[in-house]
């Protein structure tokens, strides 16, 4: 997707390329001198309240294997910083996946729902998967529900 440059509210501009964008997310991936974060933005309708319920999703989340986690940086208001997993979304593979892929993928994701399953998580996509080298990450939370809001 696209490339360029971003300003933090503080500190140095970043290099920034574009890695999904859609109405109502955009997901960039800024590279600093010091490491690579994800920054990924609410947009449209709804979108502060989207941010706030999927902050605290992450955060309930933090240290869950196979599940994205919050960087310590807040130089981006209105966005939610993620640790680079280095990887791509499940979405933009090329299918059917080999058996071996398949298998390991599906270890994968088994070991990050069992992890989130305590949350309720209403739904899963294929664009909601990050993929590395050698593993498979969870990355979007807006459709967790908390758990005491359905019992």
Sequence with gaps: MGQGVVTPERGPRVRAQ????????????LFSTERTLIR????GPYA???????????QRLRGVEGVAQLAEATQFPGSIMLVDAGGRSLS?????????DLIELALELGRAVAGIH???????SSSAVALTITSAACACFGA?????ATT
């Design 18 to 29: 574009v890695v999904h964008e859609s109405q109502r997310t955009r997901v960039t991936r």
């Design 48 to 58: 502060q309240q989207r941010l706030g319920h999927e902050m605290e999703m992450l």
């Design 144 to 148: 967790l529900v908390n758990a005491s």
């Design 92 to 100: 933009g593979l090329a299918k059917p996946l080999g058996g071996d």
């Design 40 to 43: 990924k933005e609410p947009l």
């Design 118 to 124: 305590p949350s309720r998580h209403r739904r899963f």
